[in-house]
């Protein structure tokens, strides 16, 4: 405190004032009397006739009254003080004190010119009452807090000022205090949240003695009303946490612990907030408790708690709960399933046409699909069924709290699968327009048990894979032997590996014939004869080398076997003209492949336009402008590129026109049915016309009987491959068998 004058702004006066209204009002009147009679004793002009007693009583008054009564000189000299007074400045005696007080104004008030101040009052108004100063205890220096009341004593007669008469008291308890409440008022009202103090009786009564402004910036009450009715506050908790709260209250109330709470509220306005609420209870003796409390607006950071929460545990696409929050609902359920004996399921959705939609429409068009599928699934699950989406268009729904015998679960989860394979079946609407597709679901139901969350999602994409290799739309329960079937082909693919060292992959040849050119060519299909697992078929290697990443390198191997053989023939003019085409892998086809292959055939010295390149139309439902260009490179360098299962994929014909393709493969499927089914007969004879129009070759694939032949004639299909042409044999057996038939057309079938 720099000087008295700020302590008068800073100290609210008249409280002070009013706090010591009583015993100043004593003090004063005693005061008057006193130093009156004093004056008067001191004077022996003036006649006085009191009785001694009087006197006395008097006298024994000043001595003991515990204010401090004094008269000074005009010019700040001591000429009487009260025992009271003398202890205030820190001295034994009067006459101690009078001998050192001789500079009053400066050196006992700590403000400069304060005595000026109150010496001018006096000469305008003859006296001030209650007047606050800093001062210092005249002989320690100790710096203290002083009300004084003075008068300004004139002659009777001539008018003229003589001395000073007052009383001072030391107030800096009372100074000390108010300076501290006036601290905590300001930190009290600069304080985000509300601070109260609350009185809370064994009857139940509550009564607020304190309670800070935050009230009103959070609650939206008026202190006085929260005051008067403490319950106003209580009656805004969100009906929803009103319990929680008064279990912490009950808590604290037996334990005398410190409590915490965070709860809603709603203000009048109707506005939802956060509020975290702490407060420690102090027991009085009286059985009430005290509650020394505060109260904070947390709004903001459960808010950010929330964002952060659906961050983690949220797709934002479609605002289901991702794989984190789906895991720790299976284990919940899974949990609950111990406990009482129920059953559930998981279910694993893949959509079937996703891919296509994404590559061709975009990933607009894709996400669109996304978010309908999540409205289908919730429709279907209605409340009883957990949805989370894992990613791309894997969904996975769970239902828990199934009860009755397996087969009757089992029978209900099936019902469930079958109704979620129906929504997902019924045509979408993006963009605009229709989008059909189908979904595959796997299901692994639960019963206690035996596997924890991680692996029955493990289990239900797996059945996943097994009802999509069975077809579109379909569902697959997990049994055993499909992870028996997995562990094999894991086993398989390790094989693998050493098959590839080891130089157990051969290749047999499938010739391939035209009506009027006579065998044409063969095609390269790989065999793998495992020590092991006697002959594999590349139906069971072929895409588990794909997925293990080995495809490239048995593409290769494929590739340079073709550029021998081809080499071999080429010194021979009975097989110098024939084609030979080998099978590559789609996934392989990237950036490279060209470049290799041009490579290798450089190396052999061959001619590449014997070589033709087989790729799925699959291939095409790849980044089609990369597949393009490496279409391209392959023409450039002189192979020829055959579509192979043509009719099975989703080519369309622009993109058909515009790629350098030479030959169309009739998909088998088509072929072995074309008979008896009218369909199939449609799909050829188009396929046909379309090579024919575009300038292609159309060559049927599996043929194997002359009726199937006979057709694919009439349809204007002259290229055929298949048993009743020739079978996969080994290339030594083909060289003799061609070397027997010579030129010519070859009809008839071919021995095993
Ligand atoms: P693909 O290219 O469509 O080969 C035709 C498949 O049909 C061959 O089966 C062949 O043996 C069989 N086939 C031929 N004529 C007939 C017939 O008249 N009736 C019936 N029912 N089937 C017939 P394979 O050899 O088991 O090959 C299966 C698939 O494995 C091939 O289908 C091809 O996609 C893949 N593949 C074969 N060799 C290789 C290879 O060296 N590399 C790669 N990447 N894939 C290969
Ligand atoms: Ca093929
Ligand atoms: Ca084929």
Same mark, same amino acid.
């Given at each position: 405190m720099s000087g008295a004058s700020t302590g008068f702004r800073t100290v609210p006066l008249a409280s002070v004032a009013d706090s010591a209204a009583f015993a100043w009002g004593v003090a004063g009147l005693l005061l008057a009397v006193s130093v009156a009679l004093l004056c008067v004793a001191a004077n022996r002009h003036v006649a006085w006739r009191a009785t001694d007693e009087a006197a006395r009583g008097l006298r024994d008054l000043y001595e003991n009254i515990s204010e401090g009564v004094f008269r000074s000189t005009l010019d700040g000299r001591m000429i009487s003080a009260n025992p009271a007074l003398v202890r205030l400045n820190g001295f034994s005696s009067e006459e101690e004190m009078l001998n050192e007080v001789n500079d009053i104004a400066g050196r006992w008030y700590v403000e400069p010119g304060r005595r000026e101040?109150?010496?001018?009052?006096?000469?305008?108004?003859?006296?001030v009452t209650g007047i606050l100063s800093e001062v210092f205890r005249y002989k320690t220096r100790e710096r203290i807090w002083i009300e004084e009341s003075t008068r300004l004593v004139r002659d009777q007669r001539t008018g003229r000022s003589r001395y000073?008469?007052?009383?001072?008291r030391e107030v800096t308890e009372t100074v000390r205090r108010l300076q501290l409440q006036e601290r905590f008022e300001k930190i009290a009202s600069v304080t985000a949240g509300c601070l109260y103090q609350l009185r809370t009786t064994p009857d139940g009564r509550a009564k607020m003695l304190y309670v800070s402004v935050g009230l009103k910036r959070i609650f939206g009450l008026d202190l006085a009303e929260a005051e008067a009715n403490p319950s106003s506050i209580n009656a805004l908790v969100?009906?929803?946490?009103?319990r929680?709260?008064?279990?912490s209250f009950a808590t604290a109330r037996t334990t005398l612990a410190p409590r915490r709470t965070d709860y809603r509220i709603r203000t009048r306005e109707g506005v939802e907030k956060w509020v975290s609420g702490?407060?420690?209870p102090e027991l009085e003796p009286d059985g009430s408790l005290l509650w020394h409390g505060y109260v904070e607006d947390i709004t903001e950071r459960k808010q950010a708690e929330e964002?952060?929460?659906r961050l983690a545990f949220f797709d934002p696409l479609t605002g289901l709960p991702n794989r984190a929050a789906l895991v720790e609902r299976l284990r919940e359920a899974m949990e609950a399933s111990c406990r009482t004996g129920t059953s559930g399921a998981v279910l694993f959705v893949d959509l079937d046409q996703f891919k296509i939609l994404n590559d061709t429409k975009g990933h607009h068009s894709g996400d669109a699909l996304l978010v309908h599928v999540a409205r289908r699934l919730d429709d279907v699950g209605g409340g009883d069924a957990s949805i989370a989406r894992l990613g791309g268009d894997e969904f996975v729904v769970m239902v828990a709290g199934l009860a009755g015998a397996p087969d009757a679960v089992q029978a209900h989860v099936a019902s469930f699968a079958d109704r979620i394979l129906a929504a997902l079946a019924r045509p979408f609407t993006i963009n605009g327009a229709p989008f059909h597709t189908?979904?595959? +679901?796997?299901?692994?139901?639960?019963?206690? &048990?035996?596997?924890? @969350?991680?692996?029955?999602?493990?289990?239900?994409?797996?059945a996943m894979y097994e009802a999509k290799a069975s077809?579109?739309?379909?569902?697959?329960?997990? +049994?055993?032997?499909?992870?028996?079937?997995? &562990?094999?082909?894991? @086993?398989?693919?390790?094989?693998?590996?050493d098959a590839l060292d080891n130089r157990e992959l051969t290749f047999v040849c499938q010739p391939q014939v035209h009506d009027a050119r006579g065998v044409i060519g063969v095609e390269l299909l790989m065999r793998w004869n495992s020590p092991t697992r006697g002959e594999v078929r590349p139906a069971e290697f072929v895409a588990l080398a794909e997925r293990a990443g080995l495809s490239g390198m048995l593409d290769v191997y494929v590739l340079r076997y073709a550029c021998g053989l081809l080499r071999r023939w080429a010194a021979n003019p009975g097989t110098r003209d024939l084609s030979v085409a080998v099978n590559v892998s789609c996934r392989q086809l990237r950036y490279g492949f060209a470049t290799a292959l041009a490579a290798v055939i450089d190396a052999m010295r061959i001619d590449a336009r014997r070589l033709t390149v087989e790729l799925t139309e699959h291939v095409m439902l790849d980044n089609s402008e990369e597949v393009a260009d490496i279409m391209a490179q392959l023409k450039a360098i002189g192979v020829a590129i055959a579509l192979d299962d043509f009719g099975t994929g989703y080519s369309s014909l622009s993109n058909l026109k515009l790629l350098p393709i030479d030959t169309l493969k009739i998909d088998l499927s088509f072929v072995r049915d074309i008979e008896t089914d009218p369909n199939d007969r449609v799909i050829v004879q188009t396929i046909v016309n379309v090579a024919n129009s575009l300038g292609k070759w159309a060559i049927a694939e599996g043929v194997e009987t002359e009726m199937q032949a006979t057709l694919l004639r009439q349809f204007g299909c002259r290229a055929f491959q298949g048993y009743l042409f020739g079978r996969p044999m080994p290339i030594e057996d083909f060289e003799g068998w061609i070397a027997q038939r010579g030129e010519g057309v070859i009809y008839g079938r071919v021995p095993a």
């Amino acid at each position: 405190m720099s000087g008295a004058s700020t302590g008068f702004r800073t100290v609210p006066l008249a409280s002070v004032a009013d706090s010591a209204a009583f015993a100043w009002g004593v003090a004063g009147l005693l005061l008057a009397v006193s130093v009156a009679l004093l004056c008067v004793a001191a004077n022996r002009h003036v006649a006085w006739r009191a009785t001694d007693e009087a006197a006395r009583g008097l006298r024994d008054l000043y001595e003991n009254i515990s204010e401090g009564v004094f008269r000074s000189t005009l010019d700040g000299r001591m000429i009487s003080a009260n025992p009271a007074l003398v202890r205030l400045n820190g001295f034994s005696s009067e006459e101690e004190m009078l001998n050192e007080v001789n500079d009053i104004a400066g050196r006992w008030y700590v403000e400069p010119g304060r005595r000026e101040a109150i010496h001018r009052m006096l000469l305008e108004h003859g006296k001030v009452t209650g007047i606050l100063s800093e001062v210092f205890r005249y002989k320690t220096r100790e710096r203290i807090w002083i009300e004084e009341s003075t008068r300004l004593v004139r002659d009777q007669r001539t008018g003229r000022s003589r001395y000073y008469d007052g009383s001072v008291r030391e107030v800096t308890e009372t100074v000390r205090r108010l300076q501290l409440q006036e601290r905590f008022e300001k930190i009290a009202s600069v304080t985000a949240g509300c601070l109260y103090q609350l009185r809370t009786t064994p009857d139940g009564r509550a009564k607020m003695l304190y309670v800070s402004v935050g009230l009103k910036r959070i609650f939206g009450l008026d202190l006085a009303e929260a005051e008067a009715n403490p319950s106003s506050i209580n009656a805004l908790v969100h009906p929803d946490d009103r319990r929680r709260l008064d279990e912490s209250f009950a808590t604290a109330r037996t334990t005398l612990a410190p409590r915490r709470t965070d709860y809603r509220i709603r203000t009048r306005e109707g506005v939802e907030k956060w509020v975290s609420g702490h407060s420690v209870p102090e027991l009085e003796p009286d059985g009430s408790l005290l509650w020394h409390g505060y109260v904070e607006d947390i709004t903001e950071r459960k808010q950010a708690e929330e964002r952060v929460h659906r961050l983690a545990f949220f797709d934002p696409l479609t605002g289901l709960p991702n794989r984190a929050a789906l895991v720790e609902r299976l284990r919940e359920a899974m949990e609950a399933s111990c406990r009482t004996g129920t059953s559930g399921a998981v279910l694993f959705v893949d959509l079937d046409q996703f891919k296509i939609l994404n590559d061709t429409k975009g990933h607009h068009s894709g996400d669109a699909l996304l978010v309908h599928v999540a409205r289908r699934l919730d429709d279907v699950g209605g409340g009883d069924a957990s949805i989370a989406r894992l990613g791309g268009d894997e969904f996975v729904v769970m239902v828990a709290g199934l009860a009755g015998a397996p087969d009757a679960v089992q029978a209900h989860v099936a019902s469930f699968a079958d109704r979620i394979l129906a929504a997902l079946a019924r045509p979408f609407t993006i963009n605009g327009a229709p989008f059909h597709t189908s979904a595959s +679901v796997g299901v692994s139901c639960f019963n206690g &048990d035996d596997a924890d @969350a991680g692996e029955h999602l493990k289990r239900a994409d797996l059945a996943m894979y097994e009802a999509k290799a069975s077809g579109r739309g379909q569902k697959a329960f997990f +049994v055993p032997e499909m992870q028996a079937a997995v &562990d094999n082909r894991l @086993a398989l693919t390790n094989e693998l590996h050493d098959a590839l060292d080891n130089r157990e992959l051969t290749f047999v040849c499938q010739p391939q014939v035209h009506d009027a050119r006579g065998v044409i060519g063969v095609e390269l299909l790989m065999r793998w004869n495992s020590p092991t697992r006697g002959e594999v078929r590349p139906a069971e290697f072929v895409a588990l080398a794909e997925r293990a990443g080995l495809s490239g390198m048995l593409d290769v191997y494929v590739l340079r076997y073709a550029c021998g053989l081809l080499r071999r023939w080429a010194a021979n003019p009975g097989t110098r003209d024939l084609s030979v085409a080998v099978n590559v892998s789609c996934r392989q086809l990237r950036y490279g492949f060209a470049t290799a292959l041009a490579a290798v055939i450089d190396a052999m010295r061959i001619d590449a336009r014997r070589l033709t390149v087989e790729l799925t139309e699959h291939v095409m439902l790849d980044n089609s402008e990369e597949v393009a260009d490496i279409m391209a490179q392959l023409k450039a360098i002189g192979v020829a590129i055959a579509l192979d299962d043509f009719g099975t994929g989703y080519s369309s014909l622009s993109n058909l026109k515009l790629l350098p393709i030479d030959t169309l493969k009739i998909d088998l499927s088509f072929v072995r049915d074309i008979e008896t089914d009218p369909n199939d007969r449609v799909i050829v004879q188009t396929i046909v016309n379309v090579a024919n129009s575009l300038g292609k070759w159309a060559i049927a694939e599996g043929v194997e009987t002359e009726m199937q032949a006979t057709l694919l004639r009439q349809f204007g299909c002259r290229a055929f491959q298949g048993y009743l042409f020739g079978r996969p044999m080994p290339i030594e057996d083909f060289e003799g068998w061609i070397a027997q038939r010579g030129e010519g057309v070859i009809y008839g079938r071919v021995p095993a």
